[in-house]
T-cell receptor, first 113, second 114 residues
Framework: AQKITQTQPGMFVQEKEAVTLDCTYDTSDPSYGLFWYKQPSSGEMIFLIY??????QNATEGRYSLNFQKARKSANLVISASQLGDSAMYFC??????????FGSGTRLQVQP | DSGVTQTPKHLITATGQRVTLRCSPRSGDLSVYWYQQSLDQGLQFLIQ???????AKGNILERFSAQQFPDLHSELNLSSLELGDSALYFC?????????????FGQGTRLTVV
């Protein structure tokens, strides 16, 4: 069975600072993908970043980077230079093969001015 | 804009009623997934279709059913609705190929059962 654990229900960060959102996962599949999604208060799910289990380098997308530590089964999201618009729920998810994604419980990030 | 279209965006209905949620996947995507997100919770997988055929089932109630049509759009039917069915329902689609689990989400249908 696959499992995603996000241990931080809520996080605060000052504007312009960096923040790390934690995610650990568990799977017996050797091939898998790890995703981060942002869900603002309006409700839509916005894809942020993807990391494949065989990718040698950590994924980056603009201000988002994924700190992938395979041996520790962690896939933390790092947001650099936080902006007020980053305030939202953030979900870590994992997918294997053609199966649906398994989501964590989410972390609510609040960026303070 | 993810390219996945869900209608309607909002739906208010009474207990015991039946509703149909519609999803049009991105052009070229063969897989369609349905998820349910209850208040302040993560997304729970309901059901997956691939090129018209049911591929996998998650925590889908027997009162719920879905189908994917030849043009690849999908419908999720919810019947005998209960207050607890109030939630945000997402459809996602993913392309064939290497990153097959990459999912692009629609904006969701917010269902309120009163």
């Amino acid at each position: 069975a696959q499992k995603i654990t996000q241990t931080q229900p809520g996080m605060f960060v000052q504007e312009k600072e960096a923040v790390t959102l934690d995610c650990t996962y568990d799977t017996s599949d050797p091939s898998y993908g790890l995703f981060w999604y942002k869900q603002p208060s309006s409700g839509e799910m916005i894809f942020l970043i993807y990391q494949g289990s065989y990718d040698q380098q950590n994924a980056t997308e603009g201000r988002y980077s994924l700190n992938f530590q395979k041996a520790r089964k962690s896939a933390n999201l790092v947001i650099s230079a936080s902006q007020l618009g980053d305030s939202a729920m953030y979900f870590c998810a994992m997918g294997t093969g053609r199966r649906a994604l398994t989501f964590g419980s989410g972390t609510r990030l609040q960026v303070q001015p | 804009d993810s390219g996945v279209t869900q209608t309607p965006k909002h739906l208010i209905t009474a207990t015991g009623q039946r509703v149909t949620l519609r999803c049009s996947p991105r052009s070229g995507d063969l897989s369609v997934y349905w998820y349910q997100q209850s208040l302040d919770q993560g997304l729970q997988f309901l059901i997956q279709y691939y090129n018209g055929e049911e591929r996998a089932k998650g925590n889908i109630l027997e009162r719920f059913s879905a189908q994917q049509f030849p043009d690849l759009h999908s419908e999720l039917n919810l019947s005998s609705l209960e207050l607890g069915d109030s939630a945000l329902y997402f459809c996602a689609s993913s392309p064939p190929g290497f990153r097959e689990t990459e999912a692009f989400f629609g904006q969701g249908t917010r269902l309120t059962v009163v």
